[in-house]
């Protein structure tokens, strides 16, 4: 028995974590507890040091001093400001009038905005909310199918996931060992693909079934002209100049994703100050929303490297490495047995814990592979979003199910009786856009130069063509490194030295008579 638990007190480690985890315990505490107790298991069975734990010092200063994570309550403040200032309804408004009267008009605004919002905010639960709080409303009024409606803001809303900035993408830059600008433009063209294929896909709804994606009616597009020219201008054009502003920086190499978190948080600021809705209210809001939110994703990574600390101890990323790369199918049933491993763990973990729990455990395997990490990561990131939509556990659907109505109301502007939203409606909406991403996933894996467009200007070196050339002694015993300079060379090149026109001043000095 003690020879079957030593030889396998990896998987056992690793199936304790998922069960301590079912059973509801915060992830954080989780990861710790599992660590911790797996490593005094391991000490007492004499198969660790007992000095083990005394490297969780190092570990916590150095992520403490990780200037990369720096970058994660700067965008988060810059999109929180953003949109409890008002920003997230000025442009449904004014895109909601602009593809007004097309077909299915409103779930395009959808879309564009929650486009727009993820690189602004870069946190899921604010686009979906903000979104469902504003733009549902319209959409059931003027008769919108309930399921294109709920499916279109949720899928919208988990495009924070992966339009840069998006916080999931510097976490995995972190956990991969990668840049952040890579990985922020690797994942530039998925995630502009993604969105024309969310409107493509409402599109094609427009023409299948016309009656559920209606245009606005005439009574209903009150801005027109100047009017509307104005609002584009004040609404929709600064946001876009502040997020060209930031992630232009960050591409061209300008500015560090941390330096550009911090130019966005500033400029921010200043349109909140500039719309005059800045206030000491929504200022305090945003800086604990903030602190909270980052609290909460250092507690979790401080969790995983005392846990991740045990696990290598106990040679578990060994284990782990000759599980996947015994996967027949070499590179490809690794990429296809790590998606299916993220995909089914979505159910129950969220983003930020698949990204410190899985992702340094299939990261090496990917690496040894010849994997491009950065490729792998944005294809990680698109299958992550599902943890988003999954049915009936989706934090998107969660949100979205809070602020939908759940018994008939009377609407304000027709008095007609609008009927609720079910969950079931809710569920199945989102199955289309869930079928989207993974359809994507797929699409990623088939075509790589989606990702790996990042390397275009790069100097690649390939080791195996690397030369030395160190010159060798000849058969004269001439010096190799070349000749040195006078004084301590010859005028003809020999390597005898001559001091024979060395002046040393006057008077000679005196050396000394030499000891005895």
Wanted: one cysteine or more; charged letters at 10%.
């Amino acid at each position: 028995m003690f020879a079957f638990f030593a030889e396998n007190l990896a998987p056992i480690m690793f199936l304790s974590l998922i069960v301590v985890l079912l059973i509801g315990y915060p992830v954080a505490f989780a990861l710790a507890f599992v660590g911790f107790v797996f490593g005094f298991i391991g000490i007492e069975m004499g198969l660790l040091p007992a000095s083990l734990f005394g490297a969780i010092p190092d570990r916590i200063f150095g992520q403490m001093s990780n200037e990369t994570l720096l970058a994660i309550p700067f965008f988060t403040f810059m999109g929180l400001i953003l949109e409890r200032s008002g920003m997230a309804e000025d442009l449904l408004d004014t895109i909601g009038q602009l593809f007004g009267p097309v077909r299915g008009g409103l779930a395009f605004a959808v879309v564009f905005v929650g486009a727009i919002l993820a690189a602004t905010t870069g946190v899921v639960a604010a686009s979906v909310i903000s979104m469902g709080l504003i733009s549902l409303p319209i959409m059931l009024r003027y008769g919108y199918d309930r399921r294109i409606a709920a499916g279109t803001i949720a899928a919208a809303g988990t495009l924070a996931q992966i339009v840069p900035p998006s916080l999931v993408l510097i976490i995995l830059a972190d956990q991969l060992g990668r840049s952040v600008g890579d990985m922020y433009k690797g994942a530039l063209v998925p995630g502009l693909l993604l969105v024309a294929v969310y409107a493509g896909f409402i599109a094609v709804m427009s023409l299948l079934q016309p009656k559920s994606v209606p245009a606005l009616p005439a009574e209903a597009r009150s801005l027109r002209g100047l009017k509307l020219a104005r609002k584009v201008m004040t609404s929709l054009i600064p946001p876009l100049a502040l997020i060209f502003l930031v992630l232009g920086t960050i591409f061209i190499g300008l500015a560090t994703p941390t330096e550009g978190g911090a130019m966005g948080a500033v400029g921010a600021l200043i349109l909140a100050l500039c719309n005059r809705r800045l206030d000491l209210t929504i200022l305090r809001s945003a800086l604990y929303a903030t602190a909270k939110l980052s609290s909460f994703v250092i507690f979790i990574l401080l969790g995983a490297r005392v846990f991740s600390l045990t696990f290598y101890g106990v040679n578990g990323h060994v284990w782990v490495e000759h599980l996947m790369t015994s996967i027949p199918g070499g590179e490809l049933g690794f990429l296809i047995a790590a998606n299916l491993l993220v995909f089914f763990l979505a159910f129950f973990l969220d983003y930020f814990e698949l990204a410190f729990i899985i992702i340094p455990l299939l990261a090496p395997v990917a690496d040894s592979l010849g994997i491009d990490l950065i490729w792998f990561g944005v294809m990680l990131a698109i299958n992550m979003q599902t943890s988003f939509m999954h049915p009936p556990f989706g934090f998107s659907l969660f949100y979205l199910r809070s602020v939908a109505p759940a018994r008939a109301y009377r609407d304000k502007v027709t008095g007609e009786t609008i009927q609720p939203v079910t969950s079931g409606q809710i569920y199945r909406g989102a199955l289309p856009f869930l079928g989207i991403q993974l359809a994507m996933v797929m699409l990623v894996i088939s075509f790589p130069g989606l990702v790996t467009h990042y390397k275009s200007g790069q100097v690649e070196v390939d080791p195996s063509e690397i030369q030395l050339d160190v010159p060798m002694p000849g058969d004269a015993e001439s010096n190799p490194f070349g000749t040195p300079a006078a004084p301590f060379g010859t005028e003809d090149g020999g390597t005898s030295p001559d001091l024979s026109s060395v002046d040393f001043g006057s008077p000679t000095p005196d050396f000394g008579a030499p000891q005895q």
